[in-house]
């Protein structure tokens, strides 16, 4: 939990979305007849959305008007509480119910999508699954290089092709070796552009279903990695990937660089789509599988944000 708080530093400082959200409160017994609106100024100006807005404001607006919500206190907790729910749509981490479990990893090129790759290769290699990387972005050498250097790093068998070559022939190829080897799991990197005139959507859905002819259920899951850093685009690129692709869940990346927390909130409530994973550092375990209680504990929690600086 201090690792998450301390990761979640610039959303809770005074000018971040959950200090902006403090200092409503602060220091003051009777609740501002104007709480509501100001709630709602600093929600909507946190890339949390409008949708999520009213979602948060509805349960507070209710208790307000049947003076359920006395004081400052329990108007926090239903604040609280709303956001938990919001969140509450699935569980972090993976479903490893198939062997080998192939992940398509999809996003646009540099929200880190690689890198989250290899950060996952690692937490499921500690957990002891054997893993196979899948270089599916063929249209990006640096891709294919990032993803063959992770794999050296962490002990995973890498399956790649030559410059350009089919994505949907590397992904097929690299869930045969998984089958020969008895791997757990296919983690299969895509393209994030294409230098053709091919329609991106159009090349992953085919990459998709490739993938389904290699192994019946496959993708088992489709994971979507955004930069929580992108705010507002953030959230028109999962409405994108959403309508192209049956996205399973999401990985927000960079959560430590942004002081808009809430756009976790937003993507939740806007696309119905679980967070599995959380970046918010460099290091391999940065990754963090998603506990909906732990993030608004960390996020909207009491804590003593003194003993963050000193940690």
Known sequence: MDGLRKGLTKAREKEGFFGRLKALFLGKKEIDPNLVDRIEEVL??????VKTTQLLLEDIRAGLARNELSDND?????????AAGILEIGGGGLALDARPTVVMVVGVNGVGKTTTIGKLATKLKAEGKTVVLAAGDTFRAAAVQQLEIWGKRVGCEVVSGKDGANPGAVIFD???????????VVLADTAGRLHTKTNLMEELTKVSRTMGKALQG???????????TNGQNAMSQAAL????LPLTGLVLTKLDGTA??????????????????IG?????DDLRDFAPDEFVEALLGQGDDTTDAAA
């Open 280 to 284: 918010i550092g460099e290091r391999a």
């Open 44 to 49: 909507l100006s946190s890339d949390v959305g």
């Open 241 to 244: 990937f959403r309508e192209a």
């Open 174 to 184: 690299a869930i045969q070796r998984a089958k020969e080897i008895n791997a757990d």
């Open 218 to 228: 496959a993708p088992h899951e489709t994971l979507l990695v955004l930069d929580a």
């Open 260 to 277: 808009k927390g809430g756009i976790v909130l937003g993507i939740c409530a806007e696309h119905g789509i679980p967070v599995r994973y």
């Open 74 to 82: 329990k108007v926090w907790d239903a604040l609280r509480q709303r």
